[in-house]
Antibody, heavy 119, light 113 residues
């Protein structure tokens, strides 16, 4: 199994939109829920939301007003968009695959990408 | 949201000894309809993402050594490492997936004494 790979800008200005991409292998995308999870020293691990390979998604209510997730099956990529960011959104962002048949048990993680929100 | 609280925050155990990490949920995370406890445990080493160890409170993920075991029910759970190895130095997290957004404990740092 090929590990997912997150990518995106490491620095985002306050009030702007954070956009990240996760590239996964075609075989591992199908039939699984995929989540974005972030980690900060202060709040620890925080689940942002998941998207199924069909496009169905669900977000953490605490972030739902600012989050959009999408999937592009032609390129095997998942995307995360978080708008109106503040310094509190500074974190390491992971994409993670859920075990088959489950939404939220994560058996495969990307290495993570560090995003800093700063002017 | 269900709050997950781990104890202790850090733990030092001698090589070959048993390590025990506790996790408490603010609500019952057991479903009697399927007799399952919706709890997972992860291990995170420096510079790496978390690694799944256990789910359904006690089912080991493929490839996880059998010195790792999980127990508990209702709202109180335990991760045990029967004979601590040097490679087990890490931060350990519990996570509930019973209801609402998935939530994680704050982590327990395990070191060698």
């Amino acid at each position: 199994q090929v590990q997912p790979q997150e990518s995106g800008p490491g620095l985002v200005k306050p009030s702007e939109t954070l956009s990240l991409t996760c590239t996964v292998s075609g075989d591992s995308m199908r039939g699984h829920y995929w989540s974005w999870i972030r980690q900060t020293p202060g709040k620890g691990l925080e689940w942002i939301g998941y998207i199924y390979y069909s496009g169905t998604s669900r977000y953490n209510p605490s972030l739902a007003s600012r989050v959009t997730m999408s999937v592009d099956r032609s390129t095997n990529q998942l995307s995360l968009s978080l708008k109106s960011v503040t310094t509190a959104d500074t974190a390491v962002y992971y994409c993670a695959r859920a075990l088959a048949g489950l939404y939220n048990v994560f058996d495969m993680w990307g290495q993570g990408t560090r995003v800093t929100v700063s002017s | 949201d269900i709050v997950m609280t781990q104890s202790p925050d850090s733990l030092a155990v001698s090589l070959g000894e048993r390590a025990t990490i506790n996790c408490k949920s603010s609500q019952n995370i057991f479903y009697d309809t399927n007799n399952k406890t919706y709890l997972a445990w992860y291990q995170q080493k420096p510079g790496q993402p978390p690694k799944l160890l256990l789910y359904w409170a006690s089912i080991r993920e493929s490839g996880v050594p059998d010195r790792f075991s999980g127990s508990g029910s209702g709202t109180e759970f335990t991760l045990s490492i029967s004979s601590l190895q040097a490679e087990d130095v890490a931060i350990y997290y519990c996570q509930q997936y019973h209801s609402g957004p998935a939530t994680f404990g704050q982590g327990t740092r395990l070191e060698i004494k």
